[in-house]
C-alpha cells in the first residue's frame, strides 16, 4: 500500500509519531530519511529503542529514501516516512516519482531565534515558507496537523499564521 | 518548570529532573509536593514546543542549576528521552527512569540519604512497576 504518511518532523520519531499516529494507523514501518541520522549508527540505535518492538525502522538518506518509495509502497504495513526539515521534503518529492508524493503533513518544526511563530507547532523561517510553496506548487498537498485527532491546516492558513 | 528558588531542607539534597509531554512533569511534581512536601527535590521541565536542541539542551541546563543526576521521563520512546538519552552519552554518572508515575517519585524522595542516586532511581523504578496494576471487583 502507499506509504500512509509523509511527515515533517523536527523530532523525527517520538511519541506523537509512535503512539499519536502509530496506533490509529496500525503502523507497520517507519523510513527515517534524514542524512545526518543514516550516517550515524547510534542515533539510529537511538530512535530504534523507541519505537516498538513491532514496528520496522528504516534509516536512508533522502535520495536513497526517494529511489526506494516504490519498494516501500509495495509493502502490505502502513508506513510513515519522516523527514526533519520541509527542505528535506521539498529534495525528496523532486528525486521521488511523479506523483508518488501526494500529500505532506507539517507535524512540528519548533522555535528557533530565526523562525516566525506560525501555529502553536510551527515555526517558519520565510525560506522555510518558499519551501512550503515550492511543495505545493510541485503538486504536493500541504497540511499542518500534530496529531489525527486535530484539524488538518491548509498552507494557506499556515503561512498567514491565523489558525491555532 | 517548577520554582526552583527554595534550597532542599539539609536531609533531602538529592534531587532530579522530572520530563515528559505536556503538563506531565509539572503535574507530577506537583502531585508529589501535595503528598510529601518534598516537590523541591524535583524539577519540572515539559518538552512543550520544543525542537529537539532545545529539549537536550533545557534538560542539561537543569541538570547544572539543580545538580540532579537522575531525571525521571515519561513514555521511553518520547523527544524527552531521547533527549536524556543525548545526555547521559556524555554524562555516565546519570540515570534515566522510563515511565515514571508518582510512586516512582514519591519513593524517590523517601529514598534513604545513604542511597546513591543511581540505587535511589532503581528502587523508586521497581516501586513504580509495582504499582500498575489492574483491580477487578
Given amino acids: ?164 | 518548570m517548577a520554582d526552583d528558588s527554595q534550597t532542599p531542607s539539609p536531609h533531602v539534597p538529592r534531587r532530579a529532573i522530572v520530563t515528559g509531554h505536556g503538563a506531565f512533569p509539572e503535574g507530577l511534581v506537583s502531585a508529589v509536593q501535595q503528598i510529601t512536601g518534598r516537590g523541591e527535590m524535583l524539577v519540572a521541565f515539559s518538552n512543550a514546543g520544543l525542537g529537539r536542541e532545545e529539549i537536550e539542551a533545557g534538560l542539561r541546563a537543569c541538570m547544572e542549576n539543580v545538580h540532579a543526576s537522575v531525571i525521571f521521563t515519561d513514555l521511553p520512546g518520547g523527544s524527552a528521552t531521547l533527549a536524556a538519552r543525548r545526555v547521559l552519552r556524555d554524562r555516565p554518572e546519570l540515570t534515566i527512569v522510563t515511565g515514571a508515575n508518582l510512586a516512582t517519585l514519591v519513593d524517590f524522595v523517601f529514598a534513604d540519604e545513604s542511597m546513591s542516586a543511581a540505587d535511589a532511581a532503581a528502587h523508586a523504578a521497581e516501586r513504580g512497576r509495582v504499582a500498575l496494576a489492574t483491580v477487578h471487583a
Avoid: C
Fill in chain 1, 1 to 164: 500500500m502507499p506509504i500512509s504518511l509523509f511527515r515533517i518532523d523536527d523530532r523525527l520519531v517520538h511519541g506523537q509519531v509512535v503512539v499519536g499516529w502509530g496506533q490509529p494507523l496500525k503502523l507497520g514501518f517507519i523510513v527515517l530519511a534524514d542524512d545526518g541520522v543514516a550516517g550515524e549508527e547510534w542515533e539510529q540505535e537511538l530512535y530504534r529503542m523507541g519505537v516498538p518492538p513491532n514496528v520496522d525502522v528504516y534509516f536512508s538518506t533522502v535520495d536513497d529514501a526517494a529511489r526506494a518509495l516504490e519498494r516501500y509502497s509495495a509493502d502490505a504495513r502502513p508506513g510513515v516516512l519522516l523527514t526533519g526539515t520541509i527542505g528535506a521534503m521539498l529534495r525528496l518529492v523532486r528525486a521521488a516519482p511523479s506523483g508518488s508524493v501526494r500529500s505532506v503533513n507539517v507535524g512540528g518544526i519548533h522555535h528557533r531565534d530565526d523562525r516566525v511563530q506560525k501555529l502553536r507547532y510551527v515555526f517558519l523561517t520565510p525560506d522555510e515558507e518558499a519551501e512550503l510553496r515550492a511543495l505545493a506548487d510541485a503538486g504536493v498537498v500541504v497540511t499542518a496537523q500534530d496529531v489525527p485527532s486535530a484539524h488538518a491546516v491548509p498552507l494557506s492558513d499556515i503561512l498567514r499564521g491565523d489558525a491555532s
